[in-house]
């Protein structure tokens, strides 16, 4: 068969077995509202996000983009430069917004409609073009991330499994909560991406009293859905890093770490630290191939001895955060909670006064971004994070690291393995 051919029926098989296997797995589910997931759930019902909807309409665009395969008899740099477009026309689309949001709110503007006609106009035709390439950009990037993803060995007759397949769309919120006595995400529910910062508000003060637990709401880059999700940005570093991050959460899913995600906590950062991990190496392979203007720069070199050094920052955001995390769990440990709290909240308006503008800091913003191994303030203490980042600095390629983390099912196994490895180095 030919090769065009085979990746596409390839494409449609894949994609049709995944499904079923997911349809298959929820089938068996059923809902009673007495965890605090179910219950938080329950109090926001008719906030939630829909994936039924979502998916049923991504799947559709799925399958007619593997059976065009249009991007299939372009050259690669006619591929790299309609990828490029479409990201000028999302940097096009942000600032048109932009001024049609300030024409709207200029108090000096007696009638706004007909000051931002020309504003108007121009967005719309650049949606309309960006609607018109979308399918095609998001089927290059799946195949730019997919053969970095195959060179570390995940394909299987020239097909990685699962195969990479993500749809630009308005991400969900989510709703995350924590225990007011320790730090950990109990709960994460996705909610309407079109929620007011007002009603945002309204369902953390409507859940915490009644659940007794710390909640807030908090914006997503990406969902590791089927086909995942992903936040449309002028970044293409982000996008390819957020491509392969979400991949690898898929890749988990199957395997026994991804299946005890929500068992513990610090299987929950390890899925976390790992994906960050995969997603950071990846992007930068993508970019490096084929958008090579943007690789970033390299950082400065050190300063010679004698030189006198810059000055250190005025204010040092990741240490100021790591000393409260560390700070918030050492009151809750000693049992100080209302204390914890209103630390938290001092702390916060320091932040703001320097330029961040953080709306909430308490439980749940700990549990929710502490888990990520680029967010090493928000971590404080916590080892899983750095002994993930010490796995990979172990491994002599990044698919072996992320084969060797798939098997693993908790922490412990994490420190066995690294102490094995340290014991054969000696």
Not at 123 to 129: K, N, Q
Not at 270 to 291: D, H, K
Not at 357 to 379: K, S, V
Request: proline share 7%.
């Amino acid at each position: 068969m030919p090769t065009r051919l085979w990746r596409t029926a390839s494409r449609a098989f894949t994609l049709g077995g995944v499904l079923a296997v997911l349809a298959v797995l929820a089938g068996g589910a059923t809902w009673f509202p007495r965890s605090i997931p179910d219950r938080a759930a329950f109090l926001v019902a008719g906030s939630q996000f829909d994936f039924s909807r979502w998916t049923l309409k991504a799947v559709g665009l799925k399958f007619s983009q593997a059976a065009l395969a249009s991007q299939d008899y372009l050259p690669a740099a006619a591929r790299t430069q309609l990828v490029e477009e479409y990201i000028t026309l999302e940097g096009d689309a942000e600032r048109l917004q932009e001024s049609v949001r300030d024409i709207f709110a200029d108090p000096a503007v007696a009638e706004p409609l007909t000051a931002s006609v020309a504003q108007r106009e121009d967005l719309s035709r650049v949606m309309a073009r960006q609607t018109a390439l979308r399918s095609h950009a998001e089927a290059i990037l799946e195949e730019q991330v997919a053969s970095l993803i195959a060179e570390e060995g995940f394909a299987l007759g020239g097909q990685v499994l699962p195969p990479v397949s993500f749809h630009f769309s308005a991400i969900p919120l989510a709703l995350i909560l924590s225990p007011r006595d320790v730090i950990r995400q109990e709960a994460s529910i996705q909610m309407d991406p079109d929620l007011t910062l007002e009603l945002q508000i309204a369902l953390e003060q409507k859940v915490e009293p009644r659940l007794g637990r710390s909640a807030l709401v908090v914006p997503l880059g990406g969902i590791g859905t089927y086909p995942t999700m992903i936040q449309e940005t002028t970044s293409l570093n982000w996008i390819a890093d957020t491509i392969a991050h979400e991949w690898t959460h898929n890749y988990l899913s199957f395997r026994p770490l991804g299946a005890n995600y929500d068992l513990t906590p610090e299987a929950r950062t390890m899925n976390e630290t790992v994906a960050s991990i995969v997603g950071r190496e990846i992007g930068a392979r993508v970019i490096a191939r084929f958008y090579p203007d943007r690789v970033p720069p390299p950082p400065p070199p050190a300063a010679a001895p004698g030189i006198i050094p810059a000055p250190a920052p005025v204010f040092d955001f990741r240490a100021a955060m790591r000393e409260t995390r560390v700070t918030v769990d050492r009151m809750l440990q000693e049992g100080q909670v209302t204390q914890a709290e209103s630390y938290m909240e001092d702390r916060r308006r320091m932040f703001v006064e320097h330029g961040y503008t953080i709306r909430r800091l308490n439980q749940a913003y700990f549990a929710f971004y502490g888990a990520y191994a680029d967010q090493p303030g928000e971590r404080g203490e916590d080892p899983v994070g750095p002994a993930v980042e010490q796995m990979r600095a172990t491994s002599s390629s990044l698919g072996g690291f992320l084969r060797s983390m798939a098997g693993m099912t908790s922490y412990a196994e994490l420190r066995e393995q690294l102490s094995r490895e340290h014991a054969s180095a000696r």
